[in-house]
């Protein structure tokens, strides 16, 4: 599983972290158990599916916590490794918003 996320402090989704997390996208890639995720193309699929990506997208806002599903698009990774991944992405979520582009994320401390 590749997490990917975007909050006020460049880490996250942590319970404490101060400014509090305003968003996260999160990729999962699912693989078989005996397969390492490897650096691919992976379409998006609502549902799990072997060697397809969902995304799920959730903003904070002052009422809660809304989620938004990836509905379509790719996921490419370029690089994976213990410290970082990398690549691009084009996603269509379920309220028709779209994003895309570049992404380089590294693992954020644990709580």
Do not use: K
């Not at 078989?32 to 903003?59: F, G, K, L, M, N």
């Not at 970082?84 to 379920?94: K, P």
């Not at 779209?98 to 590294?106: D, Y």
Request: aromatic letters at 6%.
């Amino acid at each position: 599983m590749v997490e990917i996320h975007e909050s006020a402090d460049g880490c996250g989704p942590w319970p404490g972290v101060v400014p509090p997390t305003r968003s996260v996208l999160s990729v999962t890639i699912a693989r078989p158990e005996s397969t390492s995720i490897t650096p691919d193309r992976y379409p998006i699929a609502q549902a799990v599916a072997i060697d397809h990506a969902w995304v799920t997208y959730s903003h904070q806002e002052p009422a809660g916590n809304v989620m938004f599903p990836g509905i379509s698009g790719t996921f490419d990774l370029v690089h994976l490794s213990d410290s970082a991944a990398e690549g691009s992405l084009d996603v269509t979520l379920i309220d028709g918003t779209r994003l895309e582009g570049e992404f380089s994320a590294v693992p954020c401390p644990g709580p």
